[in-house]
């Protein structure tokens, strides 16, 4: 079944990708790769995800780390979209969980902390603890494929773990020994199989 796939971190997936015949989108995040501007964040994700899916309307949407953190986010927001696919690896669901770590891994005061959440309030007018992909996942009708490594070391596994308890029409599967960067055949052909096997929509 050949179709439109669009993806964030890709790099490894394509080529099995580009096996099941399907057009592929790869987008760079907003400051990253070769997108313009200075400014990156979960929300602005979204919606420059946003803007590449209404543009190229892909049935499926496949996020790693942060970029899957972005397009959950994305289908909180925008749920009637061309995506009826969704596959999350090795994403964080809480917010507030991955600034609490990323504030303790550079070893940065709790002055950090309350300064970044009063830009989240006043720039998107929500409170870090509110964004939670656990709760977003709740509001899903799309399928869903989430992995995440026991031995993640930037995004913990239960972050995953969080965002399957909600989503209703997901699969979650357990990963040994890949971290954060889940760079495996195995695990690939699965979401492939996920994706195009006979008798999926």
């Not at 709740?138 to 913990?156: C, R, Y």
């Not at 029409?169 to 994706?195: C, P, R, W």
């Amino acid at each position: 079944m050949a179709g439109k796939a669009m993806l964030r971190d890709g790099k490894k997936t394509l080529p099995h990708l580009q096996k099941s015949g399907s057009t592929i989108i790869a987008i760079d995040a907003p400051a990253h790769g070769q997108s313009s501007g200075k400014e990156f964040n979960v929300p602005l994700y979204a919606e420059f995800i946003n803007k590449a899916v209404e543009k190229y309307k892909p049935t499926i949407i496949i996020g790693h780390s942060i970029g899957g953190a972005a397009c959950v986010y994305h289908q909180y927001l925008f749920p009637n979209t061309s995506i009826n696919k969704m596959v999350i690896l090795g994403a964080p669901s809480d917010l507030k969980t991955l600034i609490d770590n990323y504030i303790s891994m550079l070893s940065l005061n709790t002055k950090m902390f309350s300064l970044l959440e009063s830009k989240f309030l006043d720039r998107f007018n929500f409170k870090l603890e509110d964004f939670s992909g656990q709760k977003f996942a709740s509001e899903f009708n799309v399928e869903g494929f989430i992995a995440h490594d026991t031995s993640d070391d930037v995004v913990a596994f239960a972050e995953g773990k969080k965002i399957h308890s909600n989503w209703k029409n997901s699969q979650f599967i357990e990963t040994k020994g890949l971290g954060h960067g889940m760079h495996d055949d195995a695990l690939y052909n699965k979401v492939i199989e996920f994706l195009f096997s006979e008798g999926s929509k």
